[in-house]
T-cell receptor, first 114, second 114 residues
Framework: DQQVKQNSPSLSVQEGRISILNCDYT??????FLWYKKYPAEGPTFLIS?????DKNEDGRFTVFLNKSAKHLSLHIVPSQPGDSAVYFC?????????????FGQGTRLTINP | DAGVIQSPRHEVTEMGQEVTLRCKPI?????LFWYRQTMMRGLELLIY????????DSGMPEDRFSAKMPNASFSTLKIQPSEPRDSAVYFC????????????FGQGTRLTVV
């Protein structure tokens, strides 16, 4: 039972264009969502988060959008750069439980082509 | 701070052997997590500790897996006996315990059981 799903295992985008990574969740108790980025041979690192009281959160080139009714969130990277090539994990939890109930998706491998 | 430290980085062992993975969390963090990453299932939570006490081990796949946290600065994940299907990357993460906390990951241990 996959509570957090990233249906695209991979995505290839031209440098300078927009990258859009998608994530769906099923558990209505989730109200806190995070994106982690992972380079090869490294652990995941936190990228950006959003709580359910918002529908958008922006940090530089990264923006996360949350559609609660559709139980869907997306990460937009504009403009995409070669250093953004990595695996991106979506994660969700009930915010009151902090990191203790984080559920991760399977990840999407993003490749930025020069 | 050096971050979450895991050892070894790579482990190759023969089926049936005992494997012990080690983790040193970030100083001051009171929650510790063990995750396993596979292609099929992404990042799965195996077990987490709060203040050195195991809180939820429902993700531990079998009795062959065990985890301990004898003190606030050290944890082990043991597999005995190991099997080829245990081959994966195992991550340790730590966090503070508060609403909206994020987890900080170590670099992982790549385990290969032959």
């Amino acid at each position: 039972d996959q509570q957090v799903k990233q249906n695209s295992p991979s995505l290839s985008v031209q440098e300078g264009r927009i990258s859009i990574l998608n994530c769906d969740y099923t558990n209505s108790m989730f109200d806190y969502f995070l994106w982690y980025k992972k380079y090869p041979a490294e652990g995941p690192t936190f990228l950006i988060s959003i709580s359910s009281i918002k529908d958008k959160n922006e940090d530089g080139r990264f923006t996360v959008f949350l559609n609660k009714s559709a139980k869907h969130l997306s990460l937009h990277i504009v403009p995409s750069q070669p250093g953004d090539s990595a695996v991106y994990f979506c994660a969700a939890s009930p915010i009151i439980q902090g990191a203790q109930k984080l559920v991760f998706g399977q990840g999407t491998r993003l490749t930025i082509n020069p | 701070d050096a971050g979450v430290i895991q050892s070894p980085r790579h482990e190759v062992t023969e089926m049936g052997q005992e494997v012990t993975l080690r983790c040193k969390p970030i100083s001051g963090h009171n929650s510790l997590f063990w995750y396993r990453q596979t292609m099929m299932r992404g990042l799965e939570l195996l077990i987490y500790f709060n203040n050195n006490v195991p809180i939820d081990d429902s993700g531990m796949p079998e009795d062959r897996f065990s985890a301990k946290m004898p003190n606030a600065s050290f944890s082990t994940l043991k597999i005995q006996p190991s099997e080829p299907r245990d081959s994966a990357v195992y991550f340790c993460a730590s966090s503070l315990e508060y609403k909206g906390a994020r987890a900080f990951f170590g670099q992982g241990t790549r385990l290969t059981v032959v």
